[in-house]
C-alpha cells in the first residue's frame, strides 16, 4: 500500500488513512516518509495490485467499493 500510495494526491491519501487502524495509517506514513524516490512502473505495479486485491474482495462480497452511481452506459 505504501509503495502504490506514494504518488497520489493528498485527498486519496486522507481516505485511506482514515480507512485504516490509527496505528496502521502511522506504519504506512513512516513506510512512505522513509521511502525515498520510487520509479513510476514500481508504483503503477504496485496500484495495480491494490485494484486487482480490492475487485476481488469486492466479488467475494467481503468489501464494498463505492461508485459513481446511476445508470451505467455500455
Avoid: C, Y
Avoid at 485504516?20 to 516518509?33: G, L, P
Avoid at 504496485?46 to 480490492?54: K, L, N, P, S
Amino acid at each position: 500500500l505504501a509503495e502504490g500510495s506514494h504518488v497520489v494526491a493528498d485527498a486519496m491519501k486522507d481516505k485511506i488513512f482514515g480507512n485504516v487502524s490509527k496505528r496502521a495509517a502511522e506504519i504506512m506514513r513512516d513506510d512512505m516518509s522513509q521511502m525515498g524516490p520510487v520509479k513510476l512502473k514500481d508504483v503503477e505495479k504496485a496500484q495495480m495490485t491494490i485494484v486487482g486485491v480490492a475487485r476481488r474482495l469486492a466479488e467475494e462480497q467481503k468489501i464494498t467499493i463505492a461508485g459513481g452511481g446511476g445508470d451505467a452506459l455500455v
